[in-house]
């Protein structure tokens, strides 16, 4: 099979992760609509929460969703501290990372770790694979200079398809989340052009900075859905 269709054909079910999540209200929405991931953002910046406020936002552990936090440069033993207190699911590290990090964490708290690919252009850093498999999972979003995400800002879909397909290649199984700019107009033509197993967005649901838009999320959600579909 090409490698093309082969990336095309590799999976038709692809969840959504609704991040830098701030309110009780708008999280209980996105997992009512479909979402199979809720984020809250511990690495600082605008959407930032707090431990007791993260903890009333995601609510408890459950078994139809998977809940996220996302860290920025904390060290691994503040990361284990809090998956713990929180009972989290998956922990999301925006800052810099290595695989035995990774393998601490993993060990430490018995969960999922999702080390994030700061990408510019397109390639993907040094030591990618390295980390995804360590993780077994890689988040893909923008680099933007002083800032961890939430930014906005698309990455190159297209000029990515073939570090990407490298990735999968060099890590069989390697979980693909997909961030950076995604929004309800364009997140079918990331998922035709790179075939996420997750598609990750924040800022591009919003009415404003932290607030979700009920209506953005359920078109996010659906069109997430219909690309999925166009995948079978």
Not at 205 to 218: F, I, W
Request: glycine share 10%; net charge neutral; with cysteine.
């Amino acid at each position: 099979m090409p490698a093309a269709e082969s990336d095309r054909s590799r999976s038709v079910s692809i969840a959504v992760k609704i991040c830098g999540l701030t309110r009780v209200g708008d999280a209980a929405h996105a997992a009512h609509v479909g979402a199979a991931y809720l984020g809250a953002i511990m690495a600082g910046g605008p959407r930032l929460l707090r431990w007791d406020r993260a903890r009333a936002v995601l609510g408890p552990r459950r078994h139809d969703l998977q809940r996220v936090v996302v860290f920025g440069e904390q060290h691994p033993d503040e990361v284990i501290v809090t998956v713990r207190a929180l009972d989290l699911d998956i922990a999301q590290l925006h800052g810099t990372c290595t695989p035995d990090a990774i393998e601490i964490i993993r060990r430490e708290t018995g969960r999922t770790v999702w080390p994030v690919l700061r990408v510019a252009g397109t390639t993907l850093p040094d030591g990618a694979a390295a980390l995804a498999a360590a993780a077994g999972a890689v988040v893909l979003d923008a680099h933007v200079v002083g800032q961890l995400g939430g930014t906005g800002v698309a990455l190159d879909w297209s000029g990515l398809q073939a570090a990407v397909r490298a990735l999968r290649a060099s890590v069989p199984g390697v979980r693909i989340i997909l961030a950076g700019g995604l929004r309800p107009a364009n997140v079918i033509e990331a998922i035709r052009l790179l075939s996420p197993d997750v598609v990750d967005v924040s800022s591009g649901v919003e009415s404003e900075t932290g607030v979700k838009d009920p209506v953005l999320v359920e078109q996010f959600v659906a069109a997430v859905h219909s690309a999925a579909g166009m995948q079978r």
